[in-house]
């Protein structure tokens, strides 16, 4: 991806990293317009990682590409301040013009990810993802129940659906691999 954007005329690639710290790095040190995120080649949070580099640096607008993100994930990101998320099966074409966009101060978005993100966005329903989220916060099937509002079973019956979907061994290892995927 990196050699296919480098190709432009427009375009300097300035480095291509595999790491959140080493990202951070680079960012801090040189004078990058863009920073363009794979979630599964950054360790760690990408939405985090976002928030980071908008703190290092302000100026630097940040694109994500993702799998198939989910409503939940596009709010998150945008309050992150992401400026586009392109879906990793749009094409180096459509990555191009919304690396370009991003350049120029525009939120690039597919109003598809904006109003719809939920029903084809990755494999976990909203309840399902605020289920990931409040295991990973630590909170206890009790405290989940209590905030969502509901019972114990069915906090726990979301919480199996997930980890069948992710194909994880258990409601920790499902919060990882969604994490990782940033679907929560």
């Given at each position: ?65 993702v799998?198939?993100?989910t ?19 749009a ?8 690396v ?21 966005g990755g ?52 919060v ?9």
């Open positions: 991806m990196a050699e296919s954007l480098n190709r432009e005329e427009d375009f300097d690639v300035v480095a291509r990293v595999s790491g959140y710290h080493r990202l951070i790095e680079v960012v801090e040190r040189t004078d990058a317009e863009v920073a363009l995120i794979d979630p599964e080649r950054i360790d760690g949070d990408c939405l985090t990682t976002a928030g980071e580099l908008r703190k290092v640096r302000p100026q630097c607008r940040v694109v994500l590409t799998d198939a993100p409503r939940t994930f596009v709010d998150r990101a945008l309050r992150a301040g992401v400026l586009s998320i392109v879906p990793k099966s094409g180096l074409r459509r990555l191009i013009e919304s370009r966009g991003v350049a120029s101060g525009q939120v690039i978005m597919d109003p598809r990810l904006l109003s719809a993100a939920g029903a084809e494999p976990l329903t909203d309840r399902e993802a605020d289920v990931l989220r409040l295991t990973a916060s630590g909170a206890s099937v009790k405290e989940m129940a209590e905030e969502l509002y509901l019972s114990a079973g069915t906090i726990r019956n979301l919480a199996s659906a997930a980890i069948k979907k992710l194909d994880a061994r258990n409601r920790y290892d499902a990882r691999i969604a994490t990782e995927r940033c679907w929560i």
